[in-house]
């Protein structure tokens, strides 16, 4: 026969050097992460502070989990632009219905859990009706989803005034916890990024579910020709960013106690750069979560040296995050084959 | 099938914005172009302008108005054009940006509008009829004064700028000016952006970097909310922290004494409400009305905290 | 004057041989077939020449010139490749694409008129019906085709290479391409193609040359040489009979029937059945509507149906999730648009749609790595290293993969659709066997092909399709190329005055 093709099955050999390559292509992100807490730890010495860290991290951990329900959406070659208005629009309408609420609920901790019981509920209400809209309704995402950014944000203005909808100051203590709480020394927002991290990561790489996403996302007609429920995981897939955006604003209100227009303002933008960042082909097909969290620190540090180092005319901060985040996406090879 | 209802509800959408937008035979039109509510400071003017028009309403009614806000000065140029071709009397004008916005409120002007200027100038003088205005300069004045006398043997601060505007780098600069040779040092200036999310991180970075800061100048009292968080988290003492604008959840906090916030600058966006008044009266009782009229910056404290309190507005 | 020579010419990709010494010389106005199995070399062959490749050693000349090692050079030179795959843009229009790159100008503007002129002339001579302003996803595959062909000619090459060129025409267009391809020999020009028909390679070609593991072993004038001995010297080994015998189906239940399936624009009224243990066939001319009957039987079409039951039992049509619960099984033709995620692993694509309809919520990679094995063996899917992408296999291996797929949900009714296109002769034999082997086991399977020698080769019974409809039934004797050409172009007589050629395909 052919010796070309040889039949046993399991030789390395020319494998041996595709994975070294593969290996170097997925560390790319957090290459780029190391390099620049080097760069961070060298410009300024508060940086590796451990309240430092705590700090970027803690921040980060709001457009983080958003941005992880966003890697399920962008692998089913999804995309939505709405998050940030629903942020805050999540986080506004918490904020009303707990000040109502005390009456029923008191002032403790059957308060705050019936204000996250709410913003999940109200979150994925949101995604759901973007999924529907863009997979049954057949409305380009991005179409859906820019209307409902300008949608949500409309509302959240106009319940608010223009003003900020703020929380009562007796609910404050209850739910301060939240965002500034920690347990085990570890920031409350942290453990809560980390623990949705590890079971999103799961049920992509694990479950069927996460493989039919993927799917869906490298070719929608052979995933449709191989029995798989599109519109029913598309549709999911934006549930699970709304529940994800419920999430980060459960996290969110707590730190300044309210929301106002400007609340969740360019989130949409940083959450999908995260993603694109951390290796998620935009195209579809491919979805890393890690890779995603990665990002996300990586947007959370550039801020932050700058901030600490006086070095760099403010006025280049832009200029300098979209430079940063140009190179992390080049140390990545090209994932066009999805 | 559902495109098809897709299509037909839009084309009714449009018909109905078309329908709204004819005006009723009045006396007098006067259009209102102010920025869009995207922030604290632009939502009470909103806020304000609204309840103003109102009330002029009820007590005019021969004469129209027309408010339309924009998010981009762009978006208020082309604003501006349609209020033109909907021959208005008066125009009202809060400009996203000095220079963009000069040609159309010219054009305007020379097709005899009457037109109002407010808060932001023009990039040309004398194009206005009428000027009501905040008085940017003494914003910044006011802050360095504020330190100044806080702190008479000297103190280091940290500063956080607005959005990038010429409002910003007109208030900056007369802070800066009124430092000049005084014990106050600045550390550092970063943008905030006049928002509480961006205030509350640069602060927490502040703090990492500077181990002793006696005093913050927020720029506004958004951002100076992010900055009390901020401090309250980090558990540091003694910083002062001045914000501007008269946000009333701020004032408040003055009111009732704080250790953190015993100050604010008056700037609010109340001062639509004198310039809408005095046009209304122009069209409605024929009183002729030019002029610069320049509402003072003054420094608020507790002992005048409650002339500036206004805990309905939503600013 | 010799117009293209290889000498020793080799190419590795990294430590796997592909070509080794290939020595060649083609001649102006000469037609040449490169023949061979899947993996034998003959596209790695076709992309050094046109430049899209350089080989790992040896040389070549054109016109008694060392030969051009880019693709722009190539093109330049007068090296024209015609892929297999279309490099085509489907958003713009029909000349727009045949001048692609080399736009006609009349000074700074675009000469638009003229264009179309050229290209209407040239699709006319290939017999193509494409009007030059439609757009191109406007029209069909085999129109693609040709309008890949006019791109070719209209850039007045002296040696065109053509991957596959009449894998999807139709039989009258493919005799037309053979006329142009004659006209262009007689001026000189001079043609490479690769072809698994052989009957089409016996027709057109002056010579053949018969690649094996990256070798010409046999390189004679197409006359020296019969189809049964051009495949013998591709596999290397005497070749059976390549259709298995048909097993005549015992009295068996009824598996499928269907009455007036109607989807608009593809299919009027069609009806068929088809028992267990029973092979189908479904013949027609391509755009009958055979495709779109069966992908609209299995939920993947909105379709309208009078009667359709599934084992005696009558149901509504099913959407594409019931279909495959129900054990009806589409295997597309479209293998790289709709059948395997090309991107992904063999053992992500085997279990794939299993994996959609079984309950487990959690993917077993281990039990997933034993079934790709076991599938590897047993389907003889001849690939290097295990977890390559589907994108890397050879035509042939990727259908042998969307088998291996398709039979993992363990179907009973199973609709293959155009099952051997772009396969070597060694693995059509192979799937043969395994469709043979199918209908024993009692499963009712159901053959669509554009070739009709498959269709009689392997069918018990054949149902032809003409414009959207079921025209007819052939059972037993009728079971024949004739009396399905005469049901697919709709002939009543014996005599027809249209012209085909020799022993190949109607």
């Known amino acids: ?338 | 099938m559902f495109s098809k209802i897709r299509n037909l509800v839009a084309a009714g959408g449009l018909v109905l914005a078309t329908m709204s937008g004819s005006a009723l035979a009045a006396d007098a039109t006067i259009g209102i172009s102010i920025p869009a509510a995207d922030h604290g400071w632009t939502g009470g003017l909103v806020y304000h302008t609204k309840r103003t028009v109102e009330a002029m309403k009820k007590a005019f009614p021969n004469i129209d108005f027309v408010v339309v806000t924009s998010s981009s000065a762009t978006q208020q140029v082309n604003d501006i054009e349609d209020l033109i071709s909907r021959k208005i009397n008066g125009l009202i004008v809060l400009p996203q940006e000095s220079d963009p916005l000069t040609e159309p409120v010219k054009a305007a002007k020379a097709k005899g509008v009457f037109i109002t200027v407010v808060d932001r100038g023009l990039a040309e003088k004398n194009i206005e009829d009428l000027y009501v205005g905040g008085d940017n300069p003494q914003y910044g004045t006011a802050a360095a004064e504020y330190f100044k006398k806080k702190f008479p043997d000297g103190a280091k601060i940290v500063v956080m700028r607005g959005i990038p505007t010429a409002i910003d780098n007109i208030r900056i600069e007369a802070f800066q000016n009124a430092l000049k040779d005084s014990k106050i040092e600045v550390l550092d200036m970063q943008y905030a952006n006049w928002n509480p999310d961006k205030g509350f991180e640069v602060m927490q970075d502040y703090l990492q970097r500077f181990p002793k800061i006696d005093g913050v100048w927020a720029g506004d009292d958004d951002a100076a909310l992010g900055a009390i968080e901020a401090i309250k988290q980090a558990d540091r003492k003694g910083v002062a922290v001045l914000g501007g604008s008269g946000m009333n959840k701020v004032i408040k906090l003055v009111k009732d004494g704080n250790d953190m916030v015993d100050a604010d600058i008056f700037y609010p966006p109340t001062l639509i409400i004198p310039a809408i008044e005095l046009v209304t009266m122009k069209f409605a009782t024929q009183a002729p009305i030019n002029g610069r009229y320049v509402l003072g910056s003054p420094l608020i404290t507790k002992d005048n905290a409650s002339e500036y309190y206004f805990p309905d507005a939503p600013y | ?506």
């Open chain 1, 1 to 338: 026969m052919s010796d070309i093709s040889a039949t046993h099955v399991g030789s390395t050999g020319a494998t041996g050097d595709k994975k070294a390559l593969k290996l170097v292509e997925a560390a790319g992100p957090l290459l780029a992460l190391i390099i620049l807490m080097i760069i961070g730890s060298l410009m300024s010495s508060s940086f590796l502070g451990a309240e430092n860290l705590s700090n970027v991290f803690t921040r980060s951990a709001i457009i983080g989990i958003i941005a992880i329900g966003a890697t399920f959406v962008i692998t089913a070659d999804g995309l939505d632009l709405s998050v940030g208005s629903l942020s805050a629009l999540v986080a506004g309408v918490a904020i009303m219905v707990m000040n109502k609420a005390t009456g029923s609920f008191g002032t403790g901790w059957l308060l705050v859990a019936a204000g996250i019981v709410f913003s999940l509920l109200l979150g994925a209400a949101a995604g759901f009706f973007n999924g529907a809209m863009i997979v049954k309704g057949r409305v380009e995402a991005f179409i859906v989803t820019l209307g409902t950014m300008g949608v949500f944000r409309s509302v959240l203005t106009w319940l608010s005034d223009g003003g900020s909808i703020s929380l009562d100051f007796s609910l404050r203590d209850a739910v301060r916890p939240i965002y500034y709480g920690s347990v085990g020394g570890i920031a409350v927002p942290i453990l809560v990024l980390i623990a949705i991290a590890v079971t999103a990561e799961i049920v992509l790489r694990r479950t069927r579910f996460g493989r039919h996403v993927a799917a869906i996302g490298s070719n929608r007609h052979v995933a449709l020709y191989s029995a798989i429920p599109v519109d029913r995981v598309r549709i999911l897939t934006y549930v699970i960013q709304g529940l994800c955006v419920g999430i980060a604003s459960v996290i969110y209100v707590p730190r300044l106690g309210a929301a106002t227009p400007s609340t969740g303002l360019m989130w949409e933008l940083e959450a999908i750069a995260s993603v694109i960042i951390g290796g998620t082909a935009l195209g579809g097909g491919f979805g890393r979560v890690w890779g995603t969290v990665v990002g996300v620190l990586i947007l959370g540090f550039i801020s932050n040296i700058l901030n600490l180092t006086g070095f760099i005319s403010p006025y280049l901060n832009g200029a300098v995050q979209g430079a940063i985040i140009v190179i992390a996406v080049l140390l990545q090879r090209d994932r066009s084959q999805g």
């Open chain 3, 1 to 506: 004057m010799v117009l293209l020579t290889l000498s020793e010419i080799a190419k590795s990709y990294g430590p796997v041989p592909v070509l080794k010494s290939i020595n060649l010389e083609v001649e102006p106005g000469e037609v040449l077939a490169l023949v061979g199995e899947n993996g034998a070399g003959k596209s790695t062959l076709m992309r050094i020449i046109a430049g899209l490749a350089a080989p790992s050693s040896g040389a070549a000349t054109f016109q008694q010139r060392k030969a051009p090692t880019t693709l722009v050079d190539a093109e330049q030179a007068g090296i024209i490749m015609v892929h297999q795959e279309f490099c085509l843009a489907p958003h713009l229009t029909v000349s727009e694409n045949v001048f692609l790159g080399r736009e006609l100008c009349k000074g700074p503007f675009t000469d638009r008129s003229k264009m179309e002129r050229l290209a209407r002339e040239i699709l006319k001579q290939l017999g193509s019906s494409a009007a030059p302003r439609s757009k191109l996803r406007d029209l069909r595959v085999s129109d693609w085709q040709m309008i890949e062909l006019a791109k070719a000619f209209a850039r007045d090459p002296s040696i065109i290479l053509m991957d596959e060129p009449t894998a999807v025409l139709s039989g009258a267009e493919a005799a037309r391409l053979f006329d142009k391809v004659r006209e262009f020999r007689a001026a000189g020009g001079s043609v490479i193609f690769t072809s698994h028909r052989l009957d089409e390679v016996k027709e057109i070609a002056d010579r053949v040359a018969v690649l094996t593991d990256g070798q010409i072993v046999r390189l004679e004038l197409a006359s020296n040489l019969t189809e049964a001995q051009m495949a013998e010297a591709m596999v290397g080994r005497p070749l059976a009979e390549i259709y298995p015998h048909k097993v005549v189906a015992t009295a068996a239940s009824e598996a499928v029937s269907v009455e007036a399936l109607t989807t608009p624009g593809f299919v009027t009224n069609a009806s068929f059945s088809v028992k267990q243990g029973e092979i189908l066939g479904v013949a027609g001319l391509v755009g009958s509507g055979r495709t779109e009957l069966f992908e609209a039987l299995c939920g993947l079409r909105p379709a309208t149906c009078r009667k359709f039951s599934l084992n005696g039992r009558g149901r509504k049509l099913p959407n594409p999730r019931e279909a495959w619960q129900l054990g009806l099984a589409y295997l597309t033709e479209d293998r790289k648009g709709k059948g395997l995620l090309l991107g992904k692993g063999l053992d992500v694509n085997l279990a794939l749609t299993r994996g959609a309809l079984n309950g487990s919520a959690w993917i077993n990679k281990k039990s997933e790595r034993e079934s790709l094995i076991e599938a590897i063996s047993g389907y003889d899917i001849r690939t290097g290293r295990v977890d390559v992408t589907a994108g890397a296999l050879s035509g042939g291996n990727q259908q042998k993969v969307l088998i291996a797929k398709t039979l993992a949900t363990n179907p009973g009714v199973i609709i293959f659709d155009e099952p051997t296109r772009g396969v070597d002769i060694g693995a059509k034999q192979q799937i043969y066997e395994i469709i043979a082997r199918l209908a024993a086991q009692g499963k009712a399977i159901i053959v669509v092909s554009s070739e009709m020698q498959e269709v009689v080769g392997l069918a018990h019974r054949v149902v032809v399709m003409r414009k959207g409809e079921t025209v007819g039934e052939l059972v037993g004797d009728r079971v024949n190329e004739s009396e399905i050409i005469k049901l697919a172009m709709g002939i009543q007589e014996e005599k027809s005055n249209v012209r085909y050629f020799g022993n190949a395909r109607r």
